[in-house]
């Protein structure tokens, strides 16, 4: 049976819950889809510092936990679930959950996010989960006491080297340019942790191992040096890539994937559907710039359902 839905919010993470909880107190009844993975990005995140109200900081997962309690204290439906189809060619905009169940909905909220990056060589993918792992606080645990690499020179890549350095008695981090992006505290912070090597202008060439991961081949792209370093776990931190191939049909995209919005506001090129957080910024992407944008996409389907559908 099709089910309606007035304000249909996809994604768990601080866009979507705080979509949901605007909408919600905006009386929109919103029904929220978590996707496979509730809480996003920030259920693989440690200590969150940067999010106005916590003083004491706060772990990404409690973070997440606190906003699904709130959206659904106001009077969100979470239900688990995936959406494997969209149709929004017409008025009420048709999505699938799960390849099974139709819902029409009267406005949707995509806040999907986005997903870790990869190398994309052969050894990467052949020892994935075998040593190979783009999740330095989901896995790092496991290589404690050992030796490990990460590639990588953005946030993540030097908080996930900082966070391994607290297990592994030796980090070995590969840059790939002769700077780092991340953030001076944060390139501070790793440059003065004695158990982190970096590897200025270097290229993993291989990971090492048949059925582990046993090591890394290097190459220096100044002085053409090949090396190897003898690791058991290697972590992969070089971006993202937004979660928007679904939708892909439908609405404008910047050439990596990144939904576009009309500058200012949260509204695609389709009427009564909304982009907010990671899906559609590949600038800001932090827990309260993305919180911010699911408040707007909530505010905007508000103004969009009272003009368009009655209550
Ligand atoms: P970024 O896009 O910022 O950085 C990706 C890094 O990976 C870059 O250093 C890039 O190198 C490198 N890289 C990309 N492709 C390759 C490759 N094929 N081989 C080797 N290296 C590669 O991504 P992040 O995930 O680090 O951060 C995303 C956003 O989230 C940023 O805005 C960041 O500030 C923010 N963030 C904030 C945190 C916080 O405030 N606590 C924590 C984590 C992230 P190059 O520089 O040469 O392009």
Redesign the pocket.
Known sequence: MIETINCLIIGAGPAGYTAAIYAARANLKPVLYTGLEPGGQLMTTTDVE?YPGYPEAVTGPKMMDDFQKQAERVGTEVRFGLVTKVDFSGKVHKVWIDDEKEIHANSVIIATGAKA?W?GIESEERLNGRGVSACAVCDGFFYKGKEVAI???????A?EALYLSNLCPQVHM????DK????KIMQERVIRKENIKIYWNS??EDILGQDKVEGVRLKNTVTQEISEIKVEGFFV????QPNSAIFKDFLVMDEIGYIQTIPGTSKTKVNGVFASGDVQDKI???AVTSAGSGCMAALDAERYLAENFEH
């Open positions: 940067n990056k190398l590639v990588g020179a953005g946030d993540t890549a908080e590969i840059v790939r340019r780092m992006r991340a953030s290229e993993t931190a070089i971006g993202h800001y992407r932090q």
